[in-house]
C-alpha cells in the first residue's frame, strides 16, 4: 500500500496542510510516519476527511465528530446523532421556506401599500409576537439575531399553513 505525503493528501483532498496537521493534533486523523518532516497518511485518510467535511456542513463540531472516530482511527457514525441532525435541518429548512413564502408575498402583494394589506398586517403581529418571546426566552444566546429570524419564520410557519 503506498503512502501518501501530507502534500498528495492536501491535493487530493482540497483540505490545506495546515488543517490536516490540525485534525492530526486533535486525533481526528493519524500520520502513519514520516518522509523526512512531511507527514505520511494511508489513503483511507481521504474517507475520513470525507466523513469529517460532510459532518462539518451538517452542523457537528469537532468534538462531535472526534467522538466518532476510535482508537484505531477507524470512524464510527452515530446514527442516532445523525437521525437527529437530520430532523433539526427537515425542522429548519420548513421555516426557511415559510420565511421564504412571506417574503414572496410581500415583494408580490397586490396591495398599493403593504401596511392596507391585511395579509402583511397579520405577518407584522406574528414577527412582534415572535419578537417578544424571543427577547423574553432568548436574552443571552450566540446568535440571537439569526435565532429571532427563526423563531419569526417558525411562528409565520403556523400563520401560513392557514394560507396567504
Same mark, same amino acid.
Not at 486523523?29 to 470525507?50: C, K, N, Q, T, Y
Not at 446523532?81 to 413564502?101: H, M, P, T, V, Y
Not at 439569526?146 to 396567504?164: D, H, I, K
Given at each position: 500500500?503506498?503512502?501518501?505525503?501530507?502534500?498528495?493528501?492536501?491535493?487530493?483532498?482540497?483540505?490545506?496542510?495546515?488543517?490536516?496537521?490540525?485534525?492530526?493534533?486533535?486525533?481526528?486523523?493519524?500520520?502513519?510516519?514520516?518522509?523526512?518532516?512531511?507527514?505520511?497518511?494511508?489513503?483511507?485518510?481521504?474517507?475520513?476527511?470525507?466523513?469529517?467535511?460532510?459532518?462539518?456542513?451538517?452542523?457537528? *463540531?469537532? /468534538?462531535?465528530? @472526534?467522538?466518532?472516530? =476510535?482508537?484505531?482511527? %477507524? &470512524?464510527?457514525?452515530?446514527?442516532?446523532?445523525?437521525?437527529?441532525?437530520?430532523?433539526?435541518?427537515?425542522?429548519?429548512?420548513?421555516?426557511?421556506?415559510?420565511?421564504?413564502?412571506?417574503?414572496?408575498?410581500?415583494?408580490?402583494?397586490?396591495?398599493?401599500?403593504?401596511?392596507?394589506?391585511?395579509?402583511?398586517?397579520?405577518?407584522?403581529?406574528?414577527?412582534?409576537?415572535?419578537?417578544?418571546?424571543? *427577547?423574553? /426566552?432568548?436574552? @443571552?444566546?450566540?446568535? =440571537?439575531?439569526?435565532? %429571532? &429570524?427563526?423563531?419569526?419564520?417558525?411562528?409565520?410557519?403556523?400563520?401560513?399553513?392557514?394560507?396567504?
Amino acid at each position: 500500500m503506498k503512502l501518501l505525503e501530507i502534500s498528495e493528501v492536501a491535493k487530493l483532498s482540497g483540505v490545506p496542510a495546515s488543517t490536516l496537521r490540525y485534525y492530526d493534533s486533535r486525533n481526528l486523523i493519524s500520520s502513519v510516519g514520516r518522509h523526512g518532516l512531511r507527514r505520511l497518511f494511508e489513503p483511507v485518510v481521504l474517507d475520513a476527511l470525507d466523513t469529517i467535511s460532510l459532518a462539518k456542513w451538517a452542523g457537528f *463540531s469537532l /468534538d462531535e465528530i @472526534a467522538a466518532w472516530i =476510535g482508537k484505531d482511527g %477507524a &470512524v464510527r457514525l452515530n446514527r442516532e446523532q445523525l437521525g437527529s441532525r437530520a430532523d433539526e435541518i427537515d425542522a429548519l429548512a420548513a421555516r426557511l421556506q415559510a420565511l421564504a413564502k412571506m417574503l414572496r408575498h410581500t415583494a408580490h402583494c397586490p396591495a398599493p401599500d403593504h401596511f392596507e394589506c391585511q395579509t402583511f398586517r397579520r405577518m407584522l403581529r406574528v414577527a412582534r409576537k415572535s419578537r417578544l418571546r424571543e *427577547s423574553r /426566552d432568548h436574552h @443571552a444566546v450566540p446568535g =440571537g439575531q439569526n435565532l %429571532a &429570524v427563526l423563531e419569526w419564520s417558525g411562528a409565520f410557519l403556523a400563520f401560513s399553513s392557514e394560507g396567504l
